[in-house]
């Protein structure tokens, strides 16, 4: 089961505002003249600790940093209801997918929907505020749910390709209703097309179900050649089918090819 948290906490807060220099001009000059050590690092890092304080203090201090403090407060009512009316389907999908009983216990520092953030911090917290969330009320529940996936989870490629499956993808068209998730990382493209005969024998997806998605997504495989790793994966908990993926050698094993559909643009 999956447990959330919610707070606001102003210095990780500041510290964003910080590091993605979301301050009036003056202002973000005057801290960079006076903390210039502590400014760059922030904009290196936002989690840095090796600062000076008072640039942290000299921000809260200020009014525009007071309102985003406000919307922050905002954003976490607005999110933390969204939670507590969803929460119950959410736990039921991830029950389905994990096929094992598991607890998460998350820490969600909300901040304001400008700052455009998703992180996991480790230590069983994530920090989150996005401004899509302002128009999709399931987009800040998928992250969370993503961001949360990271505390359970090793941190590796395949792992984040089956956070995406989880949340970006499956969550995302469970919750919106909707035969399309969410995009995932480009990074990791290749790596969920190769994923994905696996994770359809895992899920106990439907020929014809398979069939409609895969033409959605323009992808194309002979489901019969997958057929031998059936009894295999069908018993299969969460943590068993990653241990199966990286036992797998994808690399050698899966075969991408790609093709290209050639047409006249239209005349605009």
Same mark, same amino acid.
């Given at each position: 089961?999956?447990?959330?948290? !919610?707070? &606001?906490?102003?210095?990780?807060?500041?510290?964003?505002?910080?590091?993605?220099?979301?301050?009036?001009?003056?202002?973000?000059?005057?801290?960079?003249?006076?903390?210039?050590?502590?400014?760059?690092?922030?904009?290196?890092?936002?989690?840095?600790?090796?600062?000076?304080?008072?640039?942290?203090?000299?921000?809260?201090?200020?009014?525009?940093?007071?309102?985003?403090?406000?919307?922050?407060?905002?954003?976490?009512?607005?999110?933390?209801?969204?939670?507590?009316?969803?929460?119950?389907?959410?736990?039921?999908?991830?029950?389905?997918?994990?096929?094992?009983?598991?607890?998460?216990?998350?820490?969600?520092?909300?901040?304001?929907?400008?700052?455009?953030?998703?992180?996991?911090?480790?230590?069983? &917290?994530?920090?989150?505020?996005?401004?899509?969330?302002?128009?999709?009320?399931?987009?800040?529940?998928?992250?969370?749910?993503?961001?949360?996936?990271?505390?359970?989870?090793?941190?590796?490629?395949?792992?984040?390709?089956?956070?995406?499956?989880?949340?970006? !993808?499956?969550?995302?068209?469970?919750?919106?209703?909707?035969?399309?998730?969410?995009?995932?990382?480009?990074?990791?493209?290749?790596?969920?097309?190769?994923?994905?005969? !696996?994770?359809?024998?895992?899920?106990?997806?439907?020929?014809?179900?398979?069939?409609?998605?895969?033409?959605?997504?323009?992808?194309?495989?002979?489901?019969?050649? !997958?057929?031998?790793?059936?009894?295999?994966?069908?018993?299969?908990?969460?943590?068993?089918?990653? &241990?199966?993926?990286?036992?797998?050698?994808?690399?050698?094993?899966?075969?991408?090819?790609?093709?290209?559909?050639?047409?006249?643009?239209?005349?605009?």
């Amino acid at each position: 089961m999956l447990n959330i948290k !919610f707070k &606001t906490d102003k210095d990780i807060m500041a510290k964003l505002v910080i590091s993605k220099n979301l301050m009036p001009i003056t202002f973000a000059n005057y801290l960079y003249d006076k903390y210039k050590s502590s400014y760059l690092l922030l904009l290196r890092n936002s989690k840095s600790n090796k600062i000076d304080n008072n640039i942290i203090l000299e921000l809260q201090q200020q009014d525009f940093f007071k309102q985003y403090l406000n919307e922050a407060n905002q954003n976490l009512e607005r999110i933390e209801k969204n939670w507590e009316k969803n929460k119950d389907k959410i736990n039921e999908y991830l029950s389905r997918i994990f096929k094992k009983n598991f607890t998460i216990d998350t820490t969600a520092i909300i901040v304001y929907p400008a700052l455009n953030t998703g992180a996991n911090l480790r230590n069983n &917290t994530i920090v989150w505020g996005h401004q899509k969330g302002l128009d999709d009320a399931f987009y800040d529940l998928i992250y969370l749910v993503h961001e949360s996936l990271h505390s359970y989870f090793k941190r590796d490629e395949i792992t984040h390709a089956i956070i995406e499956n989880i949340a970006d !993808f499956e969550l995302a068209k469970l919750l919106n209703d909707s035969e399309k998730g969410y995009p995932g990382h480009e990074y990791i493209k290749n790596l969920h097309i190769k994923i994905l005969p !696996f994770w359809n024998i895992y899920l106990e997806k439907k020929k014809e179900n398979i069939e409609k998605t895969n033409a959605i997504n323009n992808i194309s495989y002979d489901q019969s050649a !997958f057929d031998k790793y059936k009894s295999k994966i069908k018993n299969m908990n969460i943590d068993d089918f990653v &241990t199966f993926l990286e036992e797998l050698d994808l690399e050698n094993l899966v075969n991408i090819k790609c093709s290209y559909s050639i047409m006249i643009k239209g005349v605009i």
